[in-house]
């Protein structure tokens, strides 16, 4: 499975942003999802959602402000990205795999497949 990522920019406090991811390869019944690594960070879960979109997965930071989706017939996942901070501001990457996050306080995912990042750079 390959992905690619897109859509990251710069944008102020309060603003909004969508990323694309479009997977290609063995792309049947995949979950698909995003982590985000800020400088300094460790790599922080942000969202994923099951192959048939009934699954939803989101990191606490980002609740309730990005919501994930997909569109199967183009394999592509979509995170759209409102009411950004600049605590938002990471590299973000697309990631694949053919299980979901578990929940145990957080959510657990280790995916196999990796996109490269898009920068988001969220302005005060």
């Known amino acids: 499975v390959q992905l690619q990522a897109s859509g990251g920019g710069l944008v102020q406090a309060g603003g909004s942003l969508r990323l694309s991811c479009t997977a290609s390869g063995r792309t049947l019944s995949i979950t698909q999802g995003w982590f985000r690594q800020a400088p300094g960070k460790e790599r922080e879960f942000v969202a994923a959602i099951s192959w048939n979109s009934g699954r939803l997965f989101y990191g606490d930071p980002v609740k309730g402000r990005f919501t994930i989706s997909r569109d199967n017939a183009k394999n592509t996942v979509y995170l759209q990205m409102n009411s950004l901070k600049p605590e938002d501001t990471a590299i973000y990457y697309c990631?694949?795999?053919?299980?979901?996050?578990?929940?145990?306080?957080?959510?657990?995912?280790?995916?196999?497949?990796w996109g490269q990042g898009t920068l988001v750079t969220v302005s005060s």
């Open positions: 990631a694949a795999d053919y299980d979901v996050p578990i929940y145990s306080g957080t959510y657990y995912w280790g995916p196999t497949y």
